[in-house]
Structures are given as C-alpha cells and as structure tokens.
C-alpha cells in the first residue's frame, strides 16, 4: 500500500533527531479528535514505559527536539496534552491533493477496502399507479450517490428499485377503475388518471363503505391470480414503469433490479414456515403476528384474518431473499424517517 507523504515525512524526521523508529511513528500516527489541534497526531503512551516519563512530558520533550527540524511538508509541531500534534503546510497540502486528482482522474478517491463484496441499497420504489413525488425523488438521487460512493470503494453495489406494487390498494385500483375508468383514460394521461381514481375510491368509500369490501375481494383475486384482476394490475404496473423511467432517464439513473413487493408473493411461504420453526409466531384475533410487546413495538402482523399479506410479509420474505441471494456485507434502505418504525 502506497505510503501517506506526510506521515512519511513526520516519521522520518523524528527518526532522524530521536531514538525512536520511522515505521513505529509511522504506524503509531493518527488523525486528532479535534482537528483545529492538528491535521495529524502522535499519542506518547507507548514510549512512557521505555523513557520513563508521563506522557505529557515526552509530548514537550519531542516537540522541543524538533524545533530546528527542517520541514518539507509540516508547518507547525505542537505538544498537547499527551499528543504530538502537527499541522500541515497548506500550499504543500494543495498542490498534493490537486497533483493526486489530475493524476488519477476518476481513479482518485478509490480504494480496495470492499474487497468486491455486494452492497445492496434498495432505493427510490415510488409506488404503483401514483405520481412520482418529491420524497421518491430524495431517495432516489441519495441512493444513487451510495451506489456510486460503494462502488469506489471497492464494494460490488447491487441497486433494486422495491417498487410498491402490491396490497389491497389495487384492489382498489381495480374496482376504481371498472366503475369510472376508461382505455381512453389510460392512453391519455395513466399515471395522472389512475391516481385521480384512486382518491375517488376513497371519497366515494367514505359514503359507500361496501366498496372496500370489494376491494380487498379484488385485491384476494389477484393475489389468487385471478385472469382479468391480473390484467389490469399488469397495465397499471406498465404505464407506471414508463412515466417512472422517463424521470430515470432525465436524472441519468439505473437499477440492476426492478424487484416490487409483488415479486415476493412466492416467497412468503417459506418465511413464514421459519418464523414458525423458530416459535416466533402466534394466532391473535384470527390473524398471525409476531408479538413484540417486549420491545415496545406491539404486534407485527403477517397474515389478516382472511389470510392476506402485509407489506411487513414481503419486507421479511425481501430480506432473506436479498440475504440468500447477494450474500451482501450490507443492506441499506434509503428511505423516509416515518418508515422508522418499521424498520425497528
């Protein structure tokens, strides 16, 4: 590994006017917690029990024996407290940093550290039949700068667009639009239009509750695979992912996986076979949770009643899955803070 020109140079300079070894200050040397007190530190504990002085004293001690040192790179030696503090040269310091990034170009700033282990970020997943919003926006360009941050420092980035494509809001969507939509409605304006349905359906439901009893049968259709239910749900999902990529393109963004709730569907069973198998679940008011009253965060619930997933179903299936699949050193979610709790 290409060794740092100042630490270098401080540990060569203090090995030439003390008794004390170039790679053990080099190694020794680190970054101070207050950075106005030095750009760079030496802590004198080590050399107490061989010298024979606190620590302070070795401190003073070095900075007066360096005091006629002819520096290339350091402008100021200072003792504090147990630490021998230096601050560079700022030209010096300019004129490395600039060398260093037209030298390397869009090397400069990279590093081996990941090692090539996979990094997933699951960014953007605007949903489904819904306008692009700004918070969708926010997630997606922070996600975007992880991926790229990753990536240059040596992890292999994996982005996955969690599309918001599944839940008892299509069967909302659904009988929404058999009772105002239209194809003329969908050629014309789809994102817009089958978002005006959707707060249809609820102003409507609030005098008419019997429709979210039609909902969630429609959304049991689908989930079911119901032929014309999944008609529908799939031409929402495609007009969606067109107006969304529009945005991608404009932003100059990519994902390497477009994987929605919806691709989880499969994958519940067997999350919820473990879950059993490691007595983690119970049967509260007809529907299966896992209780966490002991944490203070209630009950999560993986089935209702009628056997219907939740979104908390398919983020534990995702996560095994993205675990099992990728093998990933970490997992990261960007999203908005009032997902907090469920991330707890």
Known sequence: MKRDVFKTEISEMMSEH?????????????????????????????????????????????????????WNLIDETKAVGPFLNFHYKLSELARYVISQVVGKQSEYG?????????????????NIAKPFG????????????????????????????????WGTQFGKMIVAFKRWGS??????DPVRSLFDLY????????????????????????????????????RFKEYSLEEFNRIYDILGIKFDYYTGESFYNDKIDSTIKLLEEMNLTEVSQEALIVDLEKY?????????????????????????????????AKCLYVVGASQALHFK
């Open 296 to 328: 203070d965060l209630g009950a999560c619930l993986l089935k209702k009643g009628d056997n219907a997933t939740l979104y908390a179903t398919r983020d534990l299936a995702g996560i095994l899955y993205r675990h099992n699949e990728f093998n990933f």
């Open 183 to 188: 194809d003329e409605m969908l050629r014309s």
């Open 134 to 165: 700004v918070g969708h926006l926010r997630s997606t360009v922070i996600g975007n700068a992880l991926y790229h941050v990753f990536e240059k420092l040596g992890y292999n980035s994996v982005g996955i667009n969690h599309l918001g494509d």
């Open 18 to 70: 003390l008794d004390v070894s170039a790679d053990d200050i080099y190694n020794l040397l680190e970054q101070p917690r207050d950075r106005e007190l030095g750009d760079i530190a030496l802590p004198c504990f080590t050399f107490a029990k061989k010298m024979k002085k606190a620590p302070q004293q070795i401190a003073m001690d070095f900075a007066e024996s360096l005091t006629d040192a002819e």
């Open 110 to 126: 990279g590093s081996d550290e990941g090692g090539g282990h996979n990094v997933v970020i699951d960014f953007s997943s605007p």
């Open 199 to 234: 707060t249809k359906f609820h102003r409507e439901a609030k005098e008419h509750p019997e429709l979210d009893d039609e909902a969630r049968a429609e959304f049991k259709r689908l989930e079911e695979g119901e032929e014309e239910a999944t008609r529908l749900w799939e």
